[in-house]
């Protein structure tokens, strides 16, 4: 009965239909999409924010391993270079760090710059902390082993006693006087060459004032005291003598002013050896033979062996030919078309190494690319005496493919392979080196590839790849520095990822 009288009590306001379930229903939706939203949406955001921090935190560790890890490696080398002293030390670590080209494509998002660029800035200082004086660089132990090998030299006229006759044409130098060896004072050599005081040398050379002509340019050594001056002095300014401590500080001026005059944009650097002589293997053997050489300290003994009459027949051909050249057109490389026959009309045909040599001073050096992508900044914090530029075409001479060889096999070049190479990466990429201008050989190197894509409205994007620092130079921060100087690279390119890399990377070449 109860049951049945129970609905009964109920009136129509208590009783729950379906239409008033619906309305409820409503009631509790609007109240959901007008209060509850707003405080989702506070709450979401706040997690987006959240995990957004967590994020930035995790991608600043990850950077700062990274980092360590590098700074850990440059350490562990500074270490092994005061025990090794062999071409191989340090061959591991750095191609270790050439196979990560995945992990150096940064993006280029906000909060990622933010990082690498505080991480970047910790590690200029760093590299300051630890650098107290820039000065000059420390010398070579005597544990460096530098590489010798047997290097052929023309005939030379002698008098009744054995002494070379003076003056006598060598390549497109006329050697004036050889000097004589300081043994006493350890900077009147090095390792690589000797600087006679009274030595002597002239040759041919556009002037620097006048853009019509050529003139005779005489380079001499004289005494300074405490080192060496290198004095250079032209035909036709012989009031204006140039004076600098090295012979790449002097010619680097005589190269300006002649590039100046004639308003060419081509590069002003010089290689002092090179127009000194030093590196001509001839030149380097009559040095090498003066009284005292056998006392200095430092220098490493070389090898030579005279060529054959007739081989040496062709080469002294072919540099006379270039000499004309020099003299008549301004440029000793341009060959007339019977000068291949001519040189081919010898005996015996001389090899590409002697050609080689006998070419060697007379080529205006290429750079491979425009200095203007040379970062300032980095130049400025190297050593006295380190120089950062571009890879040139007189390399091969300063021993890059030695120091290339720290990474991987390089395989057996002579300079016309050389030239081959060099003509075409000029065309498709560019190579930077840091130079030890003192001893004239690389130091280290490395290489950015940039690589053109159709994202980001035809963008580049930089590729950092071979850093390679040669067992002698390790220690010095070089290769951070060449990672310096390749994201200023890129970054002056315009890529879009490249030039905001951290710390782990490799050697140094350049595509456009």
Known sequence: MSTHESPQQLTTEDTITPTHYEEMEDNSNTEINDDNIKKLKRKLKEIQELNAAIHKD?????????????ERNISRMESMSQILSDDESGSDIYSDLSDTDEELDVATSSNKSKILKKLAHRSIETSHDSATVISAPPKRTKATIIPV?????????????GNPKLPQQIGVLTVLSLG??????????????????????????PSMADPTSNTVITSTIVDGGDAPRFVVTAADMPDEPIIANSATGAWTVVVRRSNEIRQREHSNSAS???????????????IQDLPGAK?????????????????????????????????????ANRRAPKEVAMMMSADVTPTDEDFGEADELLKIEEYLFDEKYISPQVQSELYEGYRLCPLRSMDYHRDYLKVLSVLTEVGHHTIETWNTQFQYMKKHNNTLTITDEEHDCIA????????????????????IEDIAVDSSYQGKKLGFRIIEALKYIAQQAGCYKGFNLTLPCSPLIFFV
């Open 58 to 70: 995790y991608s600043h560790a990850k950077k700062k391993i990274r980092t360590l890890t590098y």
């Open 149 to 161: 090998k047997t290097r052929r030299v023309q005939p030379i006229d002698r008098d009744e006693e």
């Open 180 to 205: 004589r060896i300081i043994s006493d004072r350890p900077t009147f050599h090095n390792e690589r060459y000797i600087f006679p005081v009274g030595y002597t040398v002239s040759r041919t050379y």
């Open 272 to 286: 002092g050896p090179d127009y000194y002589g030093f590196k001509h293997p001839t030149i380097a053997k009559l």
């Open 295 to 331: 006392d200095l300290k430092n220098y490493v003994w070389q090898n030579f062996e005279e060529m054959e009459p007739r081989a040496a027949k062709g080469v002294m051909a072919a540099a006379e030919k270039k000499r004309g050249n020099l003299e008549q057109m301004g440029n």
């Open 444 to 463: 280290a190197t490395g290489t950015i590839l940039i690589e053109h894509k159709f994202v980001h409205k035809n963008g580049i994007v930089g590729h």
